[in-house]
């Protein structure tokens, strides 16, 4: 019932900058919380950043302040602009929304994940 598709990976250097989009489609009633995660090569996937459809966002320590979580309501679209990049933020990202369906019915999904590479 939901479409996700992301965007916006890719290799920079460290400190360098990139942005993430995921847009969300399909027959729901509403998109509720947006999201990031992501999961390094042997590490288990977690969260990175958060954001309600009212605007209230949540980060991991390890991005605040370097990482900026924001949505266009109106086109279903949460980004995820990445400054400072370290190395250690080498993942693959994945979008990841809740929703409400016109059956009133709550459900989740996951976007395919796109690769972010830091080189130092």
């Known amino acids: 019932q939901v479409q996700l598709v992301e965007s916006g990976g890719g290799s920079v250097q460290a400190g360098g900058s990139l942005r993430l989009s995921c847009a969300a489609s399909?027959?729901?009633?509403?998109?509720?919380?947006m999201g990031w995660h992501r999961q390094a090569p042997g590490k288990l996937r977690e969260l990175v950043a958060t954001?309600?459809?009212?605007?209230?966002?949540n980060y991991a320590d390890s991005v605040k302040g370097r990482f900026t979580i924001s949505r266009d309501n109106a086109k279903n679209t949460v980004y995820l602009q990445m400054n400072s990049l370290k190395p250690e933020d080498t993942a693959v990202y994945y979008c990841?929304?809740?929703?409400?369906?016109?059956?009133?019915?709550?459900?989740?999904?996951w976007g395919k994940g796109t690769l972010v590479t830091v080189s130092s």
């Open positions: 954001i309600t459809s009212g605007g209230n966002t």
């Open positions: 990841h929304t809740e929703y409400t369906t016109v059956a009133f019915v709550g459900g989740d999904y």
């Open positions: 399909g027959s729901v009633l509403r998109i509720n919380t």
